[in-house]
């Protein structure tokens, strides 16, 4: 007799643009339907990525007015759904699967997924906050690291907790396929053939921890070669950035064209990936740019990026929070085409490390592992 799949209940706020909330998507999207039966339990069922959860997953809304509110909801479904495996991947719905899980008696094993470097972030331990984070995650079964920095960070600031490496799921044949459609390039973007302008592209949310200050600054010491910079995203800096291009008269030469849908076209178009970041748990950009096939520098910040590229082989990388070295290394790299043609050749491969099913195979021998102690 075939045994039923094993329920896994994935808590998530809601499905918006962020990378924890893309790598719930491909877990529920990816796990095998013949040993797993994946459903989302969401406070609201918006965002982004809502349109491409599969439609075997279950999308339940718990509707609370704040996170907060989603406590007793979460209570109920828990007793409701009567999960094998409860699963959340940020730190505010981990705190609440955690007491939900508590209150409403369950055994399913707690797998919790801790997405940032909270130390490089600033953020003190002794926070009120993060010391009932560090209670979650003691009690879980598990706390899924996305970075080996990541790993041991969290093991510093919250001390005996069961911590486990796995890195973020990349979809690379979605990516390529998303890749070829050019219908969300703005005017003025030409493709690699057609143009003598060096086109440089970042991404990721406009707030200081991405760099993009000092990726502005150091691309305009750079003045006797041709480029053009254009960032991809949202946020609260979205003001100053704007500022900071008009006070160094870069208005024709640096472009803030916003969040957009389907960005790989602009990966794929793009001569070099540059990540500029203070600070991160893992560096998805990175790969996703390796995966269209675009050279990537990235600063050398904790935590992921020195995971990920092999310098001066994979990619480049360079000092964090330092305009000048980003300089440095963007001359090299503008000024020099068969060295981008060379990194981006030799990091074919590596996205392949991180592609859905090699993630998500790692993820179901751990929930098999917890299921068997179970």
């Known amino acids: 007799m075939t045994a039923e799949p094993k329920r896994v209940l994935v808590f998530q706020s809601d499905l918006g643009g962020g990378g924890a909330e893309r790598s719930a998507l491909n877990l529920v999207n990816g796990l095998d339907r013949t040993r797993f039966a994946p459903a989302l339990l969401l406070n609201k069922a918006v965002g982004p990525y809502i349109a491409s959860v599969r439609d075997d997953v279950p999308v339940i809304e718990i509707g609370a007015r704040r996170m907060r509110g989603a406590l007793f909801g979460l209570i109920r479904e828990i007793r409701r759904q009567r999960p094998d495996i409860l699963f959340s991947t940020m730190q505010g719905p981990s705190v609440m699967l955690w007491l939900a899980r508590t209150l409403a008696r369950s055994k399913a094993p707690l797998v919790l ?3 940032n470097n909270w130390t490089a972030r600033g953020v003190s331990p002794r926070s009120i906050g993060q010391r009932v984070v560090g209670l979650a995650y003691r009690s879980a079964d598990r706390v899924v690291c996305l970075s080996e920095g990541v790993n041991q ?6 001390g005996n907790v069961a911590t486990q490496t796995i890195y973020n799921p990349v979809d690379v044949l979605g990516i390529a396929r998303q890749a070829a459609d050019r219908t969300g390039i703005i005017p003025g973007w030409k493709p690699k053939t057609d143009r003598d302008t060096i086109q440089l592209l970042a991404a990721g949310r406009l707030t200081r921890q991405k760099g993009f200050d000092l990726l502005i600054d150091a691309a305009a010491n750079i ?3 041709p480029w053009h910079l254009t960032i991809l995203g949202e946020g609260p800096d979205r003001g100053k950035l704007l500022e900071q291009i008009r006070s160094r008269g870069l208005q024709d030469r640096v472009s803030l064209p916003g969040f957009v849908p389907n960005p790989y076209p602009w990966f794929a178009d793009a ?11 893992f560096g998805h950009v990175i790969v996703e740019a390796m995966a269209t096939g675009t050279p990537v520098l990235s600063t050398r910040c904790p935590s992921g990026p020195d995971e990920i590229i092999q310098d001066g082989a994979t990619g480049v990388l360079c000092d964090p929070d330092s305009a000048d070295a980003l300089a440095t290394a963007l001359r090299a790299l503008i000024s020099d085409e068969p060295l981008r043609q060379q990194l981006a050749s030799a990091a074919q491969e590596t996205p392949t490390r991180f592609d859905v099913p090699t993630i998500v195979g790692q993820y179901e021998a751990l929930f098999d592992q917890l299921l068997e102690a179970h």
């Open 113 to 115: 997924r801790e997405s």
């Open 153 to 158: 960070d969290t093991r510093r600031r919250y």
């Open 223 to 225: 003045t006797d070669l």
């Open 271 to 281: 001569d070099l990936f540059v990540l500029s970041s203070r600070w991160e748990g």
